[in-house]
């Protein structure tokens, strides 16, 4: 009878993950241009900080071993990738849900939950927030066993998730310093405090050796911590609309009503929300939803045992409903964003013009340009050319196009990035290009300039 209870458990969780697979697989899709562009150039010599001008910590994108030479260079990669994210957090929220309920039933419903939200909090992205909860959930796992247990190699676990989740995101410090101060107050000894500091530091460690190694600290550190404080800060926060901060908070607030019953729970969803704090997106909800679903199941089973607070469900299924049909109608569909016929004919127009030896200049259009048509940009200098970059990197980027002339270059001067026209914050190249270079070929608005 047990092992037949089992089955049906597992056969249940399996038709869950199947079919939240095999919708994702029916909609559109956005792996994220980095994902791509930055693993292709640090494999091909441009050395991270340096050539490469970026504000995130290594993760996949910059380390020797990164998501190019792992296999996910084309968008069909990038969908199992996706899909292998999906199925692992779905049985680690089996296991930690079942443990910390001690009900199969409520690990199936935080499952279910995790299905219907996942791909709403733009389940559809591949972004550097949906691996985080690889990282978090089994961080809180261990937590959770130590807080039972209080055994060394529980508390040094989690951090050593936590760790290699900074690996990934600078936004995981704000949980790391909650926890900090959790297993401190909860044994008023330095103890657990400095083992739970030691797992925590051991990716830490590896991080700054490699960035030594690359002799790049000060690029780091400049990249990573000073422009996000300062530029960034002023110039790429992203403020929620208002339907979209409502919708949010639909399915977020659910989940606060057992803080006092789960406060390490509770230390998750707060620490976890600090990755949507600079831009509001819902992609950087990924890394907190699966403590949301946690805190939501733990809801709704202590509200089902009243009956004046039942109501409150049947308007949480409701809200559900109207949500997420008003969602699937606009993103179901084969579309790949930045993967499509217009930038495969732009490809094809390089790759004629340009040798693979040459060097193309990408102004305004899609940046894994170099990437898809394997090449490379003047002088072995990228940025993104977001208004937030370019006010900094402008001159570097127009030294590396006058140092090796490219042989290509293509532009569109009519790309906007949060409104904003991008061109509009690269004059200087723009001027140089103006003066250098004419169309040759004019595919969808964007121009193929060759020299004069």
Known sequence: MISRVKNHTLYILLAIIISHVYILSKMIFFPYPELFVYPYLTNHGLIPYKNILDQHFPGLMF?????????M?????????????????????????????????????????????????????????????????????????????????????????????????????????????????????????SIFSIGFLIPCVFLVAYILKLNVWRDFIYWTVTFNLTTFAQM???????????????VIVPSFILFRKNFLLALYIFGSLAFAYARFDLIHFQPVLPFVVLGTTAAFFWIWHSTRTKISIAIYLVGTIVILTKFYQGHLGSKVFFFGEFENKIIKEVQVIADKNDKIFVLGTFPHLYQMADRLPPGNVFVFQFPWFMVKAED??????????????????????????????MPKINKYIENNYEVKKVIEGTEIMVAK
């Open 63 to 71: 380390f020797p071993i990164n998501l190019d030479n792992l296999g």
């Open 73 to 193: 260079n084309t968008p069909e990669a990038a969908r199992l990738w996706q899909y292998g994210v999906v199925i692992l957090t779905h049985i680690l929220l089996f296991i930690i849900a079942k443990k910390i309920f001690g009900s199969v039933r409520y690990a199936l419903l935080t499952n279910l939950l995790y299905f219907i939200w996942q791909p709403f909090f733009e389940g559809w992205v591949l972004w550097i927030d949906s691996f985080m909860p690889i990282f978090l959930l089994p961080s809180f796992y261990f937590l959770h066993e130590w807080r039972q247990k209080k055994e060394f190699k529980s508390v040094f676990s989690a951090g050593l998730f936590l760790g290699l989740a900074l690996l990934f995101k600078q936004a995981v410090l704000p949980l790391v310093l909650l926890i900090g101060i959790f297993i401190f107050l909860k044994t008023k000894k330095f103890q657990h405090l």
């Open 396 to 425: 570097r980027v127009l030294a590396g196009i006058k140092e090796e002339l490219p042989r290509v270059v293509v532009r569109d001067k009519n790309a906007l990035v949060d409104g904003k026209n991008l061109v509009s914050y």
């Open 236 to 250: 790429g926060r992203k403020y929620p609309e208002m339907s979209l901060l409502a919708r949010s908070l639909f």
